[in-house]
């Protein structure tokens, strides 16, 4: 199998798994909305089966669900890019950072956030994503299931979905982010 296919599969196994969970389903729930077995629905979420578009399409409405949602790839563990050692912030140079080749609506900003501040921010939808590079200082980044420290030079791309807040400590940092979301 190629790694393309094991993404894909790990991909509509953590979205299916994610879904039935938060809708507090069973796999033997899910079993009696879909009309499939509680067999494949397991292997399917363990990213075993090979399900056909008939069988996706069948779960994903079961979750009320579009195709989309149940084969897209969320970040559920943010993607950190650090400065490397000796990279000089402010010397000639470019780099890519962080990127994405999906179509989307985007918003811009730079912060500027006090020492001991704490900026919360509400979640920006289903398919949301956030960049942030900081400019200087540093902030820790929350969200309920994970938390990251960010030191000037270094860059995080995350799922913006659920809230979230930046968090300086007894130093003031600037902050460069974008939030991108999905144009449908």
Do not use: C
């Not at 033997?28 to 397991?42: E, H, Q, V, Y």
């Not at 929350?142 to 809230?163: H, K, N």
């Amino acid at each position: 199998m190629s790694g393309l296919s094991d993404q894909v599969r790990a991909a509509i196994a953590n979205n299916v798994r994610h879904a039935r969970r938060t809708r507090g389903l069973s796999i033997r729930d899910l079993a009696d909305r879909s009309g499939f077995s509680k067999a494949m629905l397991s292997q399917l979420e363990r990213g075993l089966a090979n399900p056909t578009v008939e069988v996706l399409s069948g779960i994903a409405e079961s979750l009320e669900l579009s195709f989309a949602d149940i084969t897209r790839t969320p970040l559920y563990e943010p993607q950190v890019m650090r400065r490397a050692p000796g990279d000089e912030v402010g010397a000639a140079s470019a780099r890519t950072l962080l990127s994405s080749l999906d179509r989307r609506r985007f918003e811009v900003y730079e912060s500027s956030l006090p020492a001991e501040h704490t900026h919360e921010s509400a979640p920006h939808g289903r398919g949301s994503e956030e960049f942030a590079y900081v400019l200087s200082g540093a902030v820790t980044l929350e969200i309920a299931t994970w938390t990251v420290r960010l030191r000037a030079g270094d860059a995080v791309r995350f799922s913006a979905e659920a809230e979230h807040s930046y968090r300086t400590a007894t130093r003031p940092a600037r902050l460069l982010t974008l939030v991108s979301m999905p144009t449908d």
